[in-house]
């Protein structure tokens, strides 16, 4: 299995438009700096087209700032960017783009439908399409029957929904989502899930910032792991775990200390073995080889890397 | 519709929907009814021992003189007003994170910055001419007085209040509301004193005095365009009556001897042609 590419692996260069072109997101280099406060070092990255990107990173790590720099709502002190082939912030290009805040309110006087209207005269949608887009919206995010509320009778939930209607209008190419689970029971962050495929479906990026790793795990194609505002590993889901997998057994009937072949010498807690760096399509060799050796098993559980150990390993070794 | 206009239209309407205008209209409305009952009971207001009946003449030089006054109050009010709705227009939707939603629109930041610039001048303006028109009803039709120019006072008027929120809006591209709600009130009211001691320096020939009124006025030009104001409010009579004066008229922020000069009013106009073209300046290069 390949290991996952770190930091400045996978970069392009910069002047290769047409890369950046092909690509929903590229970034080089990029750095941002607030006062004497460091929030990005050297971000380099690439989002592919219709591809569900997340984007991880303990708290402070830069995420949030890298996906303002993306939109526009910050300028680089250093670095190139380009979202879908063109400058980060170009604005015509943002009509392209669809974004959930980490921290946004709406206009509490307005109800979602009036919301949901602004954005779409400010995103330029046609004036012809506009209805049906608003109600494409709600409907998709479940607020068809509260649309004519104000939201300041919504709960934060609702809010966030209403968050992530708005950040659909329109059909966009790219859809940054920082943090769209974060208000959200646990129906409401399955609905996003379906959501999210949804849009990859369709021939949507997304770029999910989000700390839920469960999330990320779940809807994820790519995923990279920023420290310190750059990136430390990316790739994809199978490459970022790696094969570092491991297996118990409940065994019987094993004469201690015969060996069992290429797999190795196990582990022994009681009647239970554990065999570490082992991929997955071994274990049926490895139940094979026990049985053949007189063994009697009772149990066989693989246990694979989670993304949070492959994260907190990262982050440790970016540490260190 | 333009973005530009779309802001603009969302400011009036937030401001509706806050109960603003509502509030609003209600106060002045309860002001203008008690300013007419007052001035309903001026021409049957009697003088000296003996209760001789107002003058004609009296009459008109009093009711010049409330009108003057009212006509203060309603600025007073247009103008904290003003800063009031500006103040919070752009840092509060940066903290609450409205703008975080609304900038990455494809929008120019200019045309959230000029969309609320215009949308509060629609209230300026609105609240100018409509409380404006109705007060001088109400003393026309209890007094007959009509000032000079009223038209020139309303104007100079909404523009003493323009100027006041356009300085307010471009503050609050970089301050919190309270910081820059405070710091245009302070300016309003150090332009106002200074107005005052321009006043006496110009009657007891002080250059040190004049120049500091002067000063002042060129910073911030809200009490020039007050006194413009109240020049078109004053018959001639009494401004004829405020040079004989002299020195007794010294200094009063009520009177004017004479009308604004034009090259004021061409600065007052490119001073807050600047101050918007700052405020989108400062809010285009700052980091959300």
Redesign the interface.
Known sequence: MPAPSTDRSTTRPPEAAADAAALAVHTQDLAKR?GKTVALTALTMDVRRAEVFGFLGPNGAGKTTAV?LL?????PTAGQAWVLGAPAGD??T??K?G?L?E?????H??TAREVLG??C????IEPSRRSEEIDQALDLVGLSERADDRVDGYSKGMQQRL?IG?ALLGRPELVLLDEPTSALDPVGRHDVREIIRRLKARGTAVFLNSHLLSEVEQVCDRVAVVDHGRVIATGTMAEILGGDGAVRMRVQGLTPGVPLGSFGPPSVEGEWLTFRGLAADRIPDLVAEVVARGGRVYAVEPRLQTLEDRFLQLLKESEG | ?S?ML?IAR?TV??AS??RLLLALAILTLAVIGLTAWGFSKLPATTTGPDNTPISPSELRLAASQLTIFIAFMFSGVLALGAVLVASPAISSDIE???M?????????RMDVLVGKWLGLLALVCAYAVVSSTLELGVIWATTAYVPPNPLGAIVFIAAEGAVLMTLTLLLSTRMAPMTSGIIALVGFFVAWMGGIALGFGQVFNNATIENIGLGSRLLLPTDGLWRGAVYEMEPSFVISGLRLAGRGAAGSPFTSLNPAPLAFELYAAGWLVAMLALGIWSFA?R??
């Open positions: 607030y303002k939109v526009g709502l910050a300028h604005r015509r943002r009509r783009l974004y805040p921290l946004f309110r709406y206009q006087w307005l602004l954005h005269e400010l995103a330029a968050g708005v | 519709m973005p779309t969302i309407v937030e929907r806050r609450s994170g409205i975080l939603a609304i900038l990455p629109r494809p929008i120019r290069r980091d959300l």
